[in-house]
């Protein structure tokens, strides 16, 4: 299943490539939320192949997922991969400007099954996709403001 937004952030490109690659404070708005993280790599930098390792709770179930940094290209694109026992997702951020104090920001995630239960889940997704292409976007609205 594939979701794709697109939203106009009223920022430099800097300004918003910074704030994405800060993941000291992903982290720490991750755990905020309950979210139990450790990071599984050494880089000093924000770079290609960093990772994390987190559990969750998530309808009911404790969740595992790593996640690592698969492309970052200086400020144009950084991509994710999600891997947990029940599926793998990627997530691609773009970022182009568009005036000196306008930057758009284009984001798109592609979500796999790994199981039958996942499946399931995705189908009913699909079905209510107009919902939920909604609230994708919201959630970046909410993002890039």
């Not at 993941?23 to 960093?50: C, H, I, N, Q, Y």
């Not at 970052?72 to 990627?90: K, Q, R």
């Not at 979500?111 to 995705?122: D, Y």
């Amino acid at each position: 299943m594939k979701l794709a937004s697109k939203k106009d952030v009223e920022a430099p490109i800097a300004q918003v490539w910074a704030a994405l690659t800060d993941f000291e404070t992903w982290e720490r708005a991750a755990m905020r939320r309950g979210v139990e993280v450790a990071r599984t790599d050494s880089l000093p930098k924000p770079a290609v192949g960093m990772a994390w390792h987190a559990r969750f709770a998530y309808r009911g179930k404790q969740r595992k997922v790593d996640l690592s940094v698969t492309e970052m290209t200086p400020p144009v694109a950084v991509a994710f991969y999600l891997v947990s026992p029940v599926v793998e997702a990627t997530t691609r951020i773009e970022v182009m400007e568009m005036s000196a104090k306008r930057t758009r920001m284009h984001v798109t995630t592609e979500i796999k099954p790994r199981s039958l239960g996942a499946r399931l889940f995705l189908q009913s997704l699909r079905l209510a996709r107009a919902k939920v292409d909604r609230r994708f976007d919201s959630r970046i609205a909410q993002f890039a403001t």
